[in-house]
């Protein structure tokens, strides 16, 4: 990930593999910087992007209909490969040890406001372990 100031607006570009994410208040911020790409990158095989309020990226649906709120969803990706799995799973080994599949039925419930807490402790507490920020001499930002 690559954070830019261009036009005094920051430009995020995430990038995985082969597939990029380019974001940026003005369009035409977005249009020059995949032009440049295709200029340098898109010559052997074109380009292919997407544009919109609803986009599918790494199997990640990334909705902006909504003002001032994105929603990630990964349902349809997490229903297509249930839909893949073996119905029948009797006999399938893991590697897994067997007592992470043990229940406690006996312990009490976390109250949702607790469980909600914890869950986002945890992610946040993931999130800020596993990404450490770089600024190069450009004053590009990178994660």
């Keep these: 990930m690559a954070n830019i100031v261009i036009k005094r607006k920051q430009s995020t570009i995430i990038w995985h593999i ?3 994410k380019i974001l940026h208040a003005d369009k035409d911020v977005v249009e020059n910087i ?3 790409l295709t200029t340098k990158f898109g010559q052997a095989v074109p380009l292919t992007t997407s544009r919109g309020k609803v986009l ?3 199997a990640i649906k990334i909705n902006y209909q909504r003002k001032f709120k994105v929603t990630f969803s990964m349902e349809e990706y997490i229903n297509k490969k249930l839909e893949e799995a073996l119905y029948d799973m009797e006999g399938i080994k893991t590697l897994a040890a067997c ?3 043990n229940v406690n039925n006996s312990a009490k419930n976390l109250s ?6 914890s869950y986002g402790s945890e992610t946040s507490i993931f ?3 596993n990404m450490t920020r770089h600024t190069n001499d450009h004053g590009l930002s990178m994660y």
């Design 56 to 58: 599918d990226y790494l």
């Design 18 to 20: 082969d597939d990029i």
């Design 112 to 117: 949702e406001e607790k469980a909600q807490l």
């Design 99 to 101: 007592h992470l599949f």
């Design 34 to 36: 995949i032009k440049k």
């Design 127 to 129: 999130m800020q372990k």
